[in-house]
């Protein structure tokens, strides 16, 4: 009897818990523009997702627009959404813990995209991983920046 009490605890903890994991709707970070808002809900993505004290940010891509060669405008637009959805997060560059940059040219890109970078992320640093990929979606993209911080206020 003592185990059959003990495997129907299991059980009921087992299948208690995906019901005690959803995610909070108010810790989801969607765009604004009802447009781009429109695309995530397409693609099924957030913006960002704040888990206890950590934000989560998905990757923002850099692209260059039609006609375009300047690097830097396209990393500065890049690291300025990145600045308003930390912001909408409760958080700010200063909280960011981790960068992870996807370049579709990362010898050509490096030195563009680290003049912008010291823009907003100053000492001490965050961890940064930079990594060099045949191309992003959309394929526009030259760059693509994904964040991890903490909250900040």
């Known amino acids: 009897m003592h185990r059959a009490t003990i495997a129907a605890l299991i059980a009921v903890t087992v299948l208690a818990a995906p019901a005690a994991a959803k995610r ?10 009802p447009e781009r808002r ?17 934000v989560w940010l998905s990757g ?22 990145i600045a308003g959805i930390l912001e909408r997060a409760g958080s700010g560059w200063d909280d960011v813990i981790e960068i992870t940059t996807y370049h579709t040219d990362l010898p050509a890109q490096i030195e563009a995209f680290d003049a912008v970078k010291a823009r907003y992320v100053h000492a ?5 991983t930079a990594i060099d990929v045949d191309r ?16 900040g206020k």
């Open 124 to 128: 001490p640093f965050p961890a940064w």
């Open 60 to 81: 923002v891509v850099a692209r260059l627009n039609p006609g375009e060669t300047d690097q830097f405008a396209a990393f500065d637009r890049a690291f300025q959404e």
């Open 38 to 54: 429109a695309t995530h809900e397409e693609w099924g993505f957030a913006e960002a997702v704040i888990h206890g004290d950590t």
């Open 136 to 151: 992003l979606a959309p394929e526009s993209g030259i760059a693509e920046i994904r964040v991890v911080a903490k909250r």
């Open 24 to 33: 909070d709707p108010a810790q989801v970070i969607m765009p604004e523009d």
